[in-house]
C-alpha cells in the first residue's frame, strides 16, 4: 500500500511567492516528477496595456484553496500538492499564484498540476482589479 499524497503548502498570502519553496516542498523520494506553474502579472489584456493588478480575497479563500488542493491529492498517481495564492498590489513580472505536484511520472504530473491550477483559478473567492495605461481599471471576479 502506498503513502497517501500530502499537501504541503496552502496560502493565501499578500507577500511574493516562491516556486522554489513549493517545489521542494513537494518532494518526494518515489517522484519521477516535480510540475511547477507560475501565474505571472503581465502587461497586457485583450489588446489593452496593464500597469497593475490588485487582487482582494474573500476570508474563506485559503480554506477553498485547500478544499482544491485536498482533491487533486486524492488522486492516487499524486504524492504532494503545494499551492498559494497572493493578493494585494502586484506589479508587471510579479508572481500571482504558485502551484507544484510531484507524481511518478511526467503525464500524471502535468495532468495534476493543471487541475489544480485550473480549479483554484475557477473556485476561489478572489477578485482582480485591472488598472490599464489609460488609467481606467476593471473588476474581474475570478471564481
Not at 511547477?36 to 487582487?55: K, P
Not at 484553496?65 to 510579479?94: C, N, Q, W, Y
Not at 493543471?114 to 481599471?137: C, M, N, Y
Request: net charge negative; glycine share 6%.
Amino acid at each position: 500500500m502506498t503513502a497517501p499524497a500530502v499537501v504541503t503548502i496552502v496560502r493565501v498570502v499578500d507577500v511574493p511567492l516562491d516556486l522554489a519553496e513549493h517545489e521542494a516542498a513537494v518532494a518526494d523520494v518515489r517522484a519521477g516528477a516535480v510540475v511547477s506553474f507560475q501565474g505571472v502579472v503581465r502587461d497586457h489584456d485583450h489588446g489593452r496595456g496593464v500597469t497593475l493588478l490588485e487582487y482582494e480575497g474573500h476570508p474563506t479563500a485559503e480554506a477553498i484553496l485547500r478544499e482544491v488542493a485536498t482533491e487533486i491529492a486524492a488522486d492516487p498517481d499524486v504524492f504532494a500538492v503545494a499551492v498559494s495564492h497572493r493578493v494585494g498590489t502586484l506589479k508587471i513580472g510579479d508572481v500571482a499564484l504558485v502551484a507544484a505536484v510531484s507524481t511518478a511520472h511526467r503525464a500524471a504530473a502535468f495532468a495534476a498540476c493543471a487541475r489544480l491550477v485550473d480549479e483554484a483559478k475557477a473556485r476561489l473567492p478572489i477578485w482582480k482589479r485591472q488598472v490599464f495605461t489609460d488609467g481606467s481599471d476593471e473588476w474581474v471576479n475570478c471564481p
